[in-house]
């Protein structure tokens, strides 16, 4: 099981290429998806140990793909963070309503993110 | 019941004339009354006075009739009498006299005929006396007197006495029934008035209550929010039913009022809401190219902070798609503004004379890099607008232009973007056609609307703000025209603006 691997989903290629480079940068195991759908076949599939999920996607949008994961058994566990540019307050609870652990808005704050996305990592290996 | 159909003056109105009505009854009866008993007081009076005159009467008559026998005895004896002793004798004949003619006016049509004989028989026995007196001391005259006339007269008189009685009598058992019959008629009287006038002032009582508690039980449930509730005008009529009327007139307009107030509520709240939306979206767009810019510039400054060998190409790479974010961030914050103005109905129109063939072909000249970028190729037709000038928008419909033909070069790739321009007497007739990436028919319903491209990797691949054509549309519209798309995935697309031509 890669515990330590990061599934960044997210369909905007500037955005994906620089957040991939800089997860990878800091020591991180980043694999990507492009849309909901897909993000849940390599959720099932790669057991990642954290989900960074956009939400405005194409086939299936974060937030449906969110809740699809929080009701399959087999991937529940795995902690979503939401990234979005939707950076309202209503939006905030429309991610953790989905059933996103965390939410962090665009323009992203990395260390924030990093963080957080330590936090998600070593709640599962400990 | 009827007086609840009454207005409340006409009520107070009847109440009053009834009971009015019976108490002049009342007062009737009464007076009947007392005149009955006036009458009895009269009668006896007349009955009292006729019995004293008949009784004086009868003992004149027996005096002077006694003193005229001694008289005529003594006449025989030839003793004179005295001249003062005659006039007594004709003074009490003369009140005696009196006493018939006072009798007489106490008689009525039922004692007269009585009457009459008895004076018949009493004033020729008095002129009789008179005369024995006159010719008393004249002895040529002889004394002539008529025994049985004294006894006529007296039994008359008995007679007429009698008479009066029975008819005094009779007279007061009439006039007795009448008084007992007026007290009756008064005390029954009285009693139905005083029971009639209490049943109207609590008939009247009744319905004021119930036309008023109505008219509560309305103002309250209208009141209490039911702002459909109407009181029953029918149900009262006069000053009740007018203020039920204006009651519910006031209803009805504050009724309509309110629905007003939640009509503009409503349309104020949708208003709000429409611009929460804009917000959020102008939100979310700035967001994501500066999430790039800041993003990519952190991570050059890391690596250059870090002392790594740089690879240039990439260095060089990311450094464009910072310039490319930053450049899509400028066109986003005009695009923003113009739809912000249009849609706060601040974008006017300036008409000017417009020489439509040399604008289009200033358009398409500013844009060459940008059709060169994709290796285009442009085919210009604009024969069909050649020397024509029409009023017109220059600044709106060279943005129209701009945004469409800067779109065509952005989806086509080694393409051909035809761009014609043609003008007759009713339309200008712009058309911009590629034969790049096109759309599907879903993509094509919504590539109007602010904030929608045809899907959410356009700007990234392709740029752009998902502003463009909705801005093209809006100023279509402001210029009375309109713009039409046709496209199919792999075929292209054709954009045809249409605008109304007033002659220069």
């Known amino acids: ?126 | 019941m009827i007086t609840a159909r009454l207005g409340l003056r006409a009520r107070l109105y009847l109440a009053s004339a009834a009971i009015l009505m019976l108490f002049a009854f009342n007062v009737g009866t009464h007076l009947w009354g007392s005149y009955a008993r006036s009458e009895s007081v009269m009668a006896y009076r007349i009955a009292t006075e006729g019995t004293a005159l008949v009784r004086s009467i009868q003992q004149g008559l027996a005096t002077e009739y006694q003193r005229v026998q001694v008289l005529a005895a003594l006449r025989e004896t030839n003793a004179p009498i005295r001249i003062a002793q005659r006039e007594q004798a004709n003074a009490e004949l003369s009140e005696i006299s009196d006493q018939l003619r006072a009798l007489g006016g106490l008689s009525d049509i039922e004692t007269e005929a009585a009457f009459r004989d008895f004076y018949k028989f009493a004033s020729t026995l008095l002129d009789e006396w008179v005369r024995f007196y006159r010719d008393y001391n004249d002895n040529s005259v002889p004394s002539r007197l008529d025994a049985r006339l004294y006894g006529d007269a007296t039994d008359s008189l008995q007679a007429l006495a009698d008479q009066q009685n029975s008819v005094a009598l009779e007279r007061s058992t009439i006039i007795d029934n009448t008084i007992q019959l007026t007290d009756r008629i008064t005390i029954i009287g009285f009693v139905s008035s005083i029971t009639i006038t209490l049943i109207l002032i609590l008939t009247l009582i009744r319905t004021t209550n119930a036309s008023l508690f109505r008219l509560r039980v309305g103002v309250e449930r209208f009141g209490a929010g039911d702002l459909t509730h109407r009181i029953d005008e029918n149900r009262d009529s006069g000053e009740i039913a007018n203020l039920a009327q204006t009651f519910n007139e006031m209803s009805a307009s504050l009724q309509r009022a309110m629905a007003d107030l939640t009509d503009a509520r409503a349309e104020a709240e949708a208003a709000n809401e429409t611009k929460s939306m804009f917000l959020a979206n102008v939100s979310h767009e700035l967001r994501t190219p500066l999430n790039a810019i800041i993003g990519y510039s952190e991570m050059l400054q890391d690596e250059l902070s870090d002392g790594e060998t740089l690879d240039r190409d990439q260095f060089h790479h990311d450094l464009t798609t910072i310039i490319f974010s930053g450049r899509q961030l400028l066109t986003l914050i005009n695009d923003i503004l113009d739809l912000s103005k249009i849609e706060t109905g601040k974008m006017s129109v300036s008409y000017e004379p417009v020489n439509v063939a040399g604008l289009v072909v200033q358009v398409c000249d500013a844009l060459s890099p940008l059709l060169a970028q994709n290796k285009n190729q442009l085919e210009l037709d604009v024969v069909g607008a050649q020397n024509a000038t029409m009023r017109s928008d220059a600044a709106k419909i060279q943005q129209i232009l701009t945004n469409l033909f800067s779109n065509a070069c952005k989806f086509t790739k080694n393409g051909v973007i035809k761009v014609t321009a043609h003008i007759d007497d009713a339309a200008l007739r712009l058309s911009v056609q590629d034969n790049g990436i096109g759309m599907t028919e879903e993509q094509q319903s919504k590539v109007f609307q602010a904030f929608v491209q045809a899907d959410s990797n356009t700007s990234v691949n392709y740029g752009g703000t998902g502003l463009g054509l909705a801005i093209v549309s809006s100023f279509c519209d402001m210029l009375g025209g309109s713009v039409t798309l046709s496209s199919a995935p792999g075929e292209g697309s054709r954009f045809e603006v249409s605008l109304p031509v007033v002659q220069e």
Not at chain 1, 30 to 58: C, F, I, N, Y
Not at chain 1, 77 to 103: F, K, Q, V
Not at chain 1, 105 to 111: L, N, S
């Open chain 1, 1 to 126: 099981m890669a515990s330590s691997t990061v599934l960044l989903v997210e369909d905007n290629d500037i955005n994906r290429d620089m957040l991939t480079r800089r997860l990878t940068r800091a020591g991180l195991t980043v694999m990507t998806a492009t849309d909901g759908a897909s993000a849940l076949d390599a959720m099932r599939e790669h057991q990642p140990g954290v989900v960074l999920m956009d939400m405005t996607l194409p086939v299936l949008s974060g937030w449906e793909a969110t809740a699809k994961a929080k009701s399959d058994p087999s991937v529940a566990a795995i902690p979503i963070i939401a990234l979005t540019a939707h950076a309202m307050a209503a939006d905030r609870e429309r991610a953790m309503n989905a059933g996103c652990s965390d939410y962090e808005t665009k323009p992203i704050d990395f260390p924030a993110l990093l963080s957080k996305i330590y936090l998600f990592l070593g709640a599962n290996n400990t």
